[in-house]
């Protein structure tokens, strides 16, 4: 009886150990999964600020150029807009 007593303590020790070493376990991936879920949000971050910069960069390009053509085009523009007003002023005065 004395033998059978240790045994079950043997296995209850063991038991213990085993649940222990799963808990661990379940606790390290648990921590895994975070740092790499953290790493993955970061990166992809990263990578969405660099595209809206670049895209920020090409569309003032593109400003720029669209400006340079919108000023010269814009002044002709202008001045018919001013002529017609004009004309239109003085019909129906």
């Known amino acids: 009886m004395v033998d059978g007593g240790y045994a079950g303590v ?7 150990c085993y649940v222990d070493s799963r ?8 921590h895994a999964l975070d740092v790499y879920r953290r790493r993955l949000l970061t990166e992809g971050a990263t990578q969405w600020l660099m595209v809206s910069s ?10 720029t150029q669209k400006g340079v053509q919108v000023r010269y085009t814009g002044c002709h523009v202008m001045n018919i807009y ?3 007003a004009n004309l239109s002023f003085y019909k129906f005065r």
């Open 10 to 16: 043997q296995v209850l020790v063991a038991w213990c």
């Open 23 to 30: 808990r661990h376990k379940a606790t390290c991936y648990s």
């Open 54 to 63: 670049d895209l920020s960069q090409l569309r003032m390009k593109y400003a």
């Open 82 to 84: 001013h002529t017609v």
